[in-house]
């Protein structure tokens, strides 16, 4: 599985921003999705997961109530709504794939990895 996120960029604070992970072959619905991200001199963090049927999701703390992850599995594509933006939001964000049925949280248990997006937020 290949993953390519896109739709990072540069907002003001309290603004809003969607990132798309599009994943290739046939079998993404068979596939657990999450979210990461990584800020400058930080470990890289959960931020949102999702279950393979879209039923199932899971939030980091801090992004609870501002982010939304969701998926669409006949376009291979998992999304992360991200509104109410705040300075300490800025990160590379990775989407992450595992074959499961099951929602995961856990970086360590991904297999797959995109090649990350950046987001930045000014106050």
């Known amino acids: 599985v290949q993953l390519q996120a896109s739709g990072g960029g540069l907002v003001q604070a309290g603004g809003s921003l969607r990132l798309s992970c599009a994943a290739s072959g046939r079998t993404f619905s068979s596939y657990a999705m999450g979210w990461f991200r990584q800020a400058p001199g930080k470990e890289r963090e959960f931020v949102a997961a999702i279950n393979w049927s879209g039923t199932s999701t899971s939030y980091a703390d801090s992004v609870k109530g501002r982010f939304t992850i969701s998926r669409d599995n006949a376009k291979n594509t998992v999304y992360l709504q991200m509104n109410s933006l705040k300075p300490e939001d800025t990160a590379v964000y990775y989407c992450?794939?595992?074959?499961?049925?099951?929602?995961?949280?856990?970086?360590?248990?991904?297999?797959?990895w995109g090649q990350g997006t950046l987001v930045t937020v000014s106050s």
């Open positions: 992450a794939a595992r074959p499961s049925f099951r929602i995961v949280t856990t970086a360590g248990e991904y297999d797959y």
